[in-house]
């Protein structure tokens, strides 16, 4: 599965922002998709994932109320709606997929085999 995120840019204090992680060739059904996040000179780090199968979602505590993870079935693609952007966001926003992820551990970056190159996201103040 090759997975590509895409959607980062620039934006301000309170904006929003959408990435998109799609895939080539196999489609997402049986997979987990998870977004993780890496700011400058910090750990990589959970921020959501959204399960194919039923649609469960579950959220980073930094990112609950603000940021929304849905899919486009016919697109085969994965959203994270970004909203009320913080400096605090910037990072590099990357994708992750695994088909063997048990649910409660989606968090766990570690248990993602797939993974796709980061967009950036800048939010400045």
């Known amino acids: 599965v090759q997975l590509q995120a895409s959607g980062g840019g620039l934006v301000q204090r309170g904006d929003s922002l959408r990435l998109s992680c799609g895939t080539s060739?196999?489609?997402?059904?049986?997979?987990?998709i998870g977004w993780f996040r890496q700011a400058a000179g910090k750990e990589r780090e959970f921020v959501a994932a959204?399960?194919?199968?039923?649609?469960?979602?579950l959220y980073a505590d930094s990112v609950k109320g603000r940021f929304i993870v849905s899919r486009d079935i016919a697109k085969n693609t994965i959203y994270l709606q970004m909203n009320s952007l913080e400096p605090e966001d910037t990072a590099v926003y990357s994708c992750?997929?695994?088909?063997?992820?048990?649910?409660?551990?989606?968090?766990?970056?570690?248990?993602?085999?797939?993974w796709g190159l980061g967009t950036l996201v800048t939010v400045s103040s």
């Open positions: 992750a997929a695994s088909r063997t992820m048990i649910w409660g551990q989606a968090h766990n970056e570690n248990l993602y085999y797939y």
């Open positions: 060739g196999r489609p997402f059904s049986g997979y987990t």
């Open positions: 959204f399960k194919w199968s039923g649609g469960s979602t």
